[in-house]
């Protein structure tokens, strides 16, 4: 499946009082990552019809201000109208955070829609 990366430096703003990264810090940089993959690949889906149904994320070692990092998106499985997204933020050569999270795609009416199939072969393309 396909796999797209990113690298980011930890910004203040994503931290907390412990001088490390927020627990919500790792989902947006994953969503990032998500966001980039779809403006470059796929800029008609609008964004606003795809809605997470579950996210999960397990932290291994903290992050602090500056920092840097990479976020390694995967296409995990593509269903009829979900799409499941494995990813993971390594620093310094080390796993900091292993996550998933599942985007249902929606249709006009916000019900679950198939993705249209020129999306659908994009996710299960290359990787970038």
Known sequence: MRTHTSEGEVRWVETDA?????NTA???WAEAAEHALYARDMPDLPATRLPRRQIAATYHRPLAFRDSYEVALTVESVGRTSVTYTWTVVSAGEICVEGSHVVIHVGNDGRPAPWPEQFRSVL?????
């Open 18 to 22: 412990s001088g490390r990264i927020h």
């Open 26 to 28: 790792p989902v947006r």
């Open 124 to 128: 299960t393309g290359p990787d970038t």
